[in-house]
């Protein structure tokens, strides 16, 4: 019946026949391509780590009948300091480049890094975010890359620190993408040391597409920012990294907690940062602030520099320990959110706990430490949170 098959197709009512496969072979042939793809798959979860289903997927991707292969670039990888998770990663990422040539294809890419001052454990790093960039070509893409950017910041350890933060660079044409950003910022007269400061700092920005860049410069100059002062880079970035709905979005959120329009404008130009928050970061600092510490919402509005802060390292561990205070009659007086969250560190304790005597000075360490510790593990609990 099988061979029949091999044989005959049936289209519409007329059999149309067609060149027969010998059984045996085709038999074969699928027998063949599944002991292969069995193969990779165990050699994917049991050497590389791999998951069940990350396994099954990769191998859609790569195949290989026997570990020689694989092997080489596993022990490539180690012998560069790659973890055995970051292997796992980059093998998800990239499978088909346990098929690459160690010599010719790696090892190159690698002694060119190393050449410009990376060590092991920052390559391995870069890699991990973004191994496609051993896919492209050395000499055609990687090379004048790097240099375009190391030129920019007159320095091989500046474009090392902004290709560890975003590896994907690499992956753009300058020609295309990147100079005709740039050449948009010159023209608005942007001070050279911002246009390079920016990049250093926001290099996914330079890297939006240059139609959708412009129309950002634009809005940015239409919001009254001025391209000689920095935060204009802070704002266009906060414009390049959302779409139009999630910055509607964020406004609502701010809305919602009584900011008007005109404030939410202010806080923005005050704070261009105040945007860049996520929708949840933004609920749960301002449902802290203002329902749980009791602050008036136009009060943040007019500090928006403390929606930047962690809410696990200083707003909630700093805001429960002063309402503790309170409590016992140890604050009495009003605070103001810089005063509380804004101050660094020593100064906030020399305020609040090393102002007491040295036993109550002790306690009242102890409980603000239990507090930060609770709050980075996510336990510290508050009416609303």
């Known amino acids: 019946m099988f061979c029949f098959l091999c044989k005959t197709i049936l289209h519409g009512r007329r059999p149309i026949k067609i060149k027969a496969l ?26 590389c780590g791999l998951s069940p289903e990350s396994a099954l997927s990769a191998s859609r991707r790569v195949s290989f009948e026997s570990p020689n292969q694989p092997d080489s670039v ?50 391995a790093k870069l890699l991990t975010k973004h191994p ?43 020609d295309s993408h990147i100079l005709p950003n740039i050449n948009v910022l010159r023209q608005i ?29 634009a809005e940015v100059k239409k919001m009254g920012f001025n391209p000689e002062r920095f935060n204009f880079v802070s704002a266009l970035f906060v414009l390049c990294s959302m779409s139009k709905s999630t910055w509607e979005r964020k406004f609502d959120v701010y809305k919602k907690f009584g900011w008007s329009e005109k404030e939410i404008l202010e806080a923005f130009k005050k704070y261009p940062l105040v945007m860049a928050a996520s929708e949840d ?25 403390v929606l930047g802060l962690s809410m696990e390292k200083r707003i909630v561990p700093r805001g429960l320990f002063v309402k503790d205070l309170m409590s016992v009659g140890l604050v009495k007086k009003e605070l103001g959110l810089s005063m509380l969250f804004r101050s660094p560190e020593k100064l906030f304790l ?36």
């Open 132 to 174: 496609h960039i051993l896919a492209f070509s050395l000499e055609k893409k990687i090379i004048p890359s790097f240099n375009f950017l190391s030129n920019l910041f007159q320095s091989d350890d500046d474009a090392l620190v902004v290709l560890i933060l975003w590896p994907r660079f690499l992956t753009y044409d300058l």
């Open 22 to 47: 010998g059984c045996h072979n085709l038999l074969l042939s699928f027998s063949t391509s599944s002991n292969q793809q069995s193969f990779t798959v165990s050699y994917l979860m049991k050497t």
């Open 281 to 305: 970061k933004i609920k749960a600092a301002m449902d802290f602030l203002v329902n749980v510490m009791g602050f008036r919402a136009s009060s943040v509005a007019k500090l928006p520099h």
């Open 189 to 217: 007269e942007m001070p050279e040391n911002y246009v390079v400061k920016g990049f250093r700092w926001f290099p996914r920005t330079l890297t939006t597409a240059p139609a959708v860049f412009k129309e950002n410069v």
């Open 350 to 385: 020399e305020r609040f706990v090393y102002c007491y005597e040295e036993r109550k000075a002790s306690e009242l360490l102890k409980l603000y430490n239990e507090k930060l510790k609770l709050a980075a593990e996510g336990k510290l609990k508050t009416d609303r949170l």
């Open 74 to 123: 596993m022990a490539f990888l180690k012998s560069h300091g790659f973890s055995k998770p970051q292997i796992a990663t980059v093998v998800t990422k990239r499978p088909c480049l346990l098929s690459s040539n160690v010599e010719k294809t790696l090892l190159p890419k690698i002694e060119f890094f190393y050449s410009r001052g990376i060590s092991s454990s920052d390559l």
